[in-house]
Structures are given as structure tokens and as C-alpha cells.
């Protein structure tokens, strides 16, 4: 499993592109929470309504499918700058300098192969169901009320190409890493062991406080 990681910054190329890319990812990350949000606020409209008026929010199991792959996809390019997706580390742990750069990057390499591919695969899946020619331009539609579904099933491959460019990020951070031999190498997730992270927790308490 993933423990706390930290990335760290410099003023080379590599370090530039990361913070460019990461203000992207935050704000993805801010639609996902809000469209965590938005459907808590539909739920309680739904549940209201049944049990006051008889009359639950019309569409509401469609406005979750909508919304779904705001919540799955757009965060976890985010997630993956900071290394916080599950992983096993019983291995890795073990490791240092050269063969750990080795290893991350050969993981990422085979992570953004299969990414390379999701986009491929989803994109086609999205161009199935937009149609200029179409009402709503879409072919297809939600089973209740009637909402196109092109935009949720774009909102898959813009998220696995913002992960992409991101795991190209890391390919080159790591590649560096293994090239040159760095201890400390920019634009990648650097996992912290527990003594590290408790100190990292105290720092920030006492900066808040």
C-alpha cells in the first residue's frame, strides 16, 4: 500500500512541466469533489421530495450515471502525482538508488502501455455515441429522462490523456533518476517511510497551530 509520498521541486525543464501539469490536475481534482458534492445535494433533494411530496427528483439514478466518471476519472492524475494509488511496497521497500529508479520506472512504463490503450479504447467508445448529425448530438441517451451520454463517456479519455501526460512526466523524473545516478530526483513521487511522515504530520500541525 501506498504510504505518505512528497514531490520534490527545482527550476529545471522537468520540475516546470510538473507544477504546469499539476495546476491542471487540481483543478480536475475540484470537479470531481464538487460532482461528489453536487450528488450528495441531489440525494437529499430525492429523499425529501419521496418523503414529503411523493415525488423524488425525476432522473436521479441518470444524473448519477452522469456523473459517475467525474468522480472516478478526473482525479487520479492528481492521485498519481503524489503517489497515492494502492501499491505494494513490500519489494520496492528493499530497494535503493539505481535499482529503485529501475524498478518505478519500468512500472510506470508498463502503467502508461496500458493507458495509451484505455484512451484508444475509450475514445473509440465516445465516438460511437456523438453524432453532429443527431439530436442533442448524441446517438445514445439515458433511460429515464433522456440526457445524451457523449459528454460523461468523454470525460474518460480527457482524463486517461491528462494521466498520460503525467506518467511521461514520471518516465522522464525516473529515466533521469536511473541515468544519473540521483538520490533525490525531481517530478516523482518520493515514498516516505513512517518516521518520515510522522515528522511531516508535526510540522504541518505546528505550522497550523
Same mark, same amino acid.
Given at each position: 500500500?501506498?504510504?505518505?509520498?512528497?514531490?520534490?521541486?527545482?527550476?529545471?525543464?522537468?520540475?516546470?512541466? /510538473?507544477?504546469?501539469?499539476?495546476?491542471?490536475?487540481? $483543478? @480536475?481534482?475540484?470537479?470531481?469533489?464538487?460532482?461528489? %458534492?453536487?450528488? @450528495?445535494?441531489?440525494a437529499v433533494v430525492s429523499v425529501s421530495g419521496r418523503n414529503a411530496?411523493?415525488? !423524488?427528483?425525476?432522473?436521479?439514478? /441518470?444524473?448519477?450515471?452522469? &456523473? @459517475? !466518471?467525474?468522480?472516478?476519472?478526473?482525479?487520479?492524475?492528481?492521485?498519481?502525482?503524489?503517489?497515492?494509488?494502492? *501499491?505494494?511496497?513490500?519489494?520496492?521497500? *528493499?530497494?535503493?538508488?539505481?535499482?529503485?529508479?529501475? $524498478?518505478?520506472?519500468?512500472?510506470?512504463?508498463?502503467?502508461?502501455?496500458?493507458?495509451v490503450a484505455l484512451v484508444w479504447g475509450s475514445w473509440s467508445h $465516445? #465516438?460511437?455515441? %456523438? #453524432?453532429?448529425?443527431?439530436?442533442?448530438?448524441? *446517438? /445514445?441517451?439515458?433511460? #429515464?429522462?433522456?440526457?445524451?451520454?457523449?459528454?460523461?463517456?468523454?470525460?474518460?479519455?480527457?482524463? %486517461?490523456?491528462?494521466?498520460? &501526460?503525467?506518467?511521461?512526466? =514520471?518516465?522522464?523524473?525516473?529515466?533521469?533518476?536511473?541515468?544519473?545516478?540521483? +538520490?533525490?530526483?525531481?517530478?516523482?513521487?518520493?515514498? =516516505?517511510? &513512517?518516521?518520515?511522515?510522522?515528522?511531516?504530520?508535526? +510540522? =504541518?500541525?505546528?505550522?497550523?497551530?
Amino acid at each position: 500500500m501506498a504510504g505518505h509520498a512528497t514531490v520534490l521541486e527545482d527550476s529545471s525543464l522537468l520540475s516546470r512541466l /510538473d507544477h504546469r501539469l499539476l495546476r491542471l490536475e487540481r $483543478f @480536475m481534482a475540484l470537479i470531481s469533489g464538487l460532482a461528489v %458534492f453536487g450528488l @450528495m445535494v441531489l440525494a437529499v433533494v430525492s429523499v425529501s421530495g419521496r418523503n414529503a411530496l411523493n415525488a !423524488p427528483l425525476p432522473g436521479y439514478v /441518470d444524473w448519477i450515471e452522469q &456523473a @459517475m !466518471p467525474l468522480i472516478a476519472f478526473l482525479g487520479i492524475s492528481y492521485v498519481q502525482r503524489d503517489g497515492g494509488h494502492i *501499491r505494494m511496497d513490500i519489494v520496492i521497500s *528493499r530497494l535503493k538508488g539505481r535499482a529503485l529508479w529501475l $524498478f518505478e520506472l519500468i512500472s510506470v512504463l508498463l502503467i502508461l502501455l496500458l493507458m495509451v490503450a484505455l484512451v484508444w479504447g475509450s475514445w473509440s467508445h $465516445f #465516438d460511437r455515441s %456523438f #453524432d453532429f448529425g443527431a439530436p442533442l448530438w448524441s *446517438r /445514445d441517451s439515458s433511460i #429515464d429522462i433522456g440526457i445524451p451520454i457523449w459528454p460523461a463517456k468523454l470525460l474518460a479519455p480527457v482524463a %486517461f490523456s491528462v494521466l498520460c &501526460a503525467r506518467l511521461v512526466l =514520471q518516465v522522464w523524473g525516473y529515466g533521469r533518476a536511473v541515468v544519473l545516478g540521483l +538520490d533525490h530526483p525531481v517530478a516523482v513521487p518520493l515514498i =516516505q517511510d &513512517a518516521a518520515a511522515q510522522a515528522a511531516a504530520e508535526a +510540522d =504541518q500541525f505546528e505550522r497550523r497551530t
